[in-house]
């Protein structure tokens, strides 16, 4: 069984900046894609950036060279540092991971494992 914990999630004013972590456990090793989501009112699920085990990353356009994905192996913990936030960022984040390489697909159906979500709020 694999967990996903997320944190970090804050209220912030545009133009500022936040670090998410995501600190995984269980049967979760450097083998896995991990990836971040975020989920805004009324909107679908979408993918926001992913890391696969080479340390190869991917941005959705709407936040490439804004934010940026990281991960620990030692402390199978992910993290997803986001600077000149906007308020159109404003969701919940979600950690995502899958057993094996990253997919070209941003589907959430691609990933098994889900944390619980962490609430960033970005106010103009």
């Known amino acids: 069984q694999v967990q996903l914990v997320e944190s970090g999630g804050a209220s912030v004013q545009s133009g500022g900046s936040l670090r998410l972590s995501c600190a995984a456990s269980?049967?979760?090793?450097?083998?896995?894609?991990m990836a971040w989501f975020r989920q805004a009112p009324g909107k679908e699920r979408e993918g926001v950036a992913r890391?696969?085990?080479?340390?190869?990353?991917r941005y959705a356009d709407t936040v490439n060279g804004r934010f940026t994905i990281s991960r620990d192996n030692a402390k199978k913990t992910l993290y997803l540092q986001m600077n000149s936030l906007k308020p159109e960022d404003t969701a919940m984040y979600y950690c995502?991971?899958?057993?094996?390489?990253?997919?070209?697909?941003?589907?959430?159906?691609?990933?098994?494992?889900w944390g619980q979500g962490s609430q960033v709020t970005v106010s103009s």
């Open positions: 269980g049967f979760i090793d450097s083998s896995y894609c």
């Open positions: 995502a991971a899958r057993a094996g390489a990253c997919v070209v697909s941003w589907s959430r159906y691609s990933y098994i494992y």
């Open positions: 890391m696969d085990s080479y340390g190869n990353t």
